[in-house]
């Protein structure tokens, strides 16, 4: 339901009814994981996707009934080879879909509103449903804020384990499924709750006013990151270069990287390649909880900023989390092409992947 927010708040201070099918699981290939969101209203008009369109027909017309008969409904889709033509995912994946009607009288729309409004202003949030269990808790939801805070209509003890369970997904801005006992237990018990996270945009820092940066913002962005330019020389930093990008900043990189905010999800690319600049921020950088910290330059100059770092007292397990020279090595030459293969090398570490053809 949050993958949809931005639309479904329009939606819900209208007092429009309307239907949403969120994807709860999925295995195998399936095209969208779990937390995809597809929404229709009363009029038919319809939002967002669950499958990029190979089971978009089904998932409508479940909706549809939704509403109708005012019943949520949990349904699988999977490959058929018996039938070409039946509903399913050609990619042989599998995924569940929990349909939800939120009518004017459902006891949960104002959470729902709650959840929805706090995601649209970046705020983090955690909407947390029960999708399997008793009829009677079936469809019950949590809205978990990240100050702890929570309401729903679930009762203690059961409500304040789905609160906490919830707020550590949130705390990681997963999106996932918990296994609970009716009676609040953390044991499996035949109760599955779903969790959806929404965490503000998380930051790439683009260090260096550079024809490269500016390509590099734009990808950034692309890929939902809070984009900020930083470089010492004000007469590059303008907005004239860099118009997407969401703050610029004339300082000294590492000086400003000390008093900014940074978390486990924080990009860094370091595109300046001149000492007095990269060494001291990278001292400092390579010493961050961050995601991904990348340095542009030649291998010739890597070597020569490496010798300086081990020399500034950089040690061999923080200098192995530098990647230099930044990128994967995709033969690019213009800066829309570095670009690409920057996003590609931080998108590939964030899961674990080497960044090789998928062919192999």
Not at 267 to 294: I, M, N, Q, S
Request: proline share 5%; with cysteine.
């Amino acid at each position: 339901m949050l993958d949809v927010a931005g639309q479904l708040t329009e939606w819900l201070a209208d007092g429009r009814a309307f239907a949403v099918a969120t994807v709860v699981g999925a295995s195998g290939s399936a095209p969208r994981g779990p937390g995809a969101a597809l929404a229709v209203d009363a009029e038919g008009t319809v939002i967002g996707s669950v499958s990029g369109g190979c089971v978009e027909g089904a998932v409508y017309e479940l909706c549809a009934q939704s509403l109708v008969d005012g019943e949520p409904a949990l349904e699988r889709f999977g490959y058929s080879d018996e039938d070409a033509f039946a509903v399913g995912l050609t990619c042989g994946g599998v995924i569940d879909i929990l349909v939800t009607p939120v009518g004017a009288d459902v006891v949960e729309r104002p959470l729902f509103h709650a959840a929805v409004e706090s995601a649209t202003r970046d705020e983090g949030v955690a909407l947390a449903r029960v999708v399997r269990g008793p009829a009677e808790l079936v469809g019950r939801a949590v809205v978990v804020r990240s100050d702890g805070s929570y309401d729903g209509t679930l009762v203690d003890p059961l409500a304040r384990t789905v609160a906490d369970e919830a707020g550590a997904l949130l705390a990681s801005g997963r999106t996932g499924t918990v296994e609970l006992s009716e009676d609040g237990s953390r044991c499996p018990g035949g109760l599955t709750v779903f969790v959806e996270s929404s965490l503000p945009p998380p930051r790439m820092i683009v260090f260096g006013s550079i024809d490269f940066a500016s390509a590099l913002v734009r990808a950034g962005k692309f890929l939902g990151y809070h984009v900020t330019v930083c470089d010492a020389r004000e007469v590059f930093t303008t907005r004239a270069r860099f118009p997407e990008a969401d703050e610029l900043v004339v300082d000294w990189p590492h000086r400003y990287l000390r008093g900014t905010r940074v978390d486990g999800r924080t990009v860094l690319c370091v595109l300046t390649h001149d000492p007095k600049f990269d060494v001291p921020l990278l001292e400092l950088a390579l010493r961050l909880p961050v995601a991904y910290v990348g340095a542009m330059g030649s291998r010739r100059t890597h070597e020569d900023r490496n010798r300086r770092l081990r020399e500034a007292g950089v040690g061999d397990a923080e200098l192995a989390r530098l990647r230099s020279p930044i990128g994967l090595d995709l033969g690019g030459r213009t800066p829309e092409e570095v670009a690409l293969s920057i996003v590609a090398e931080v998108v590939a570490t964030r899961y674990g992947r080497a960044g090789g053809p998928l062919s192999s």
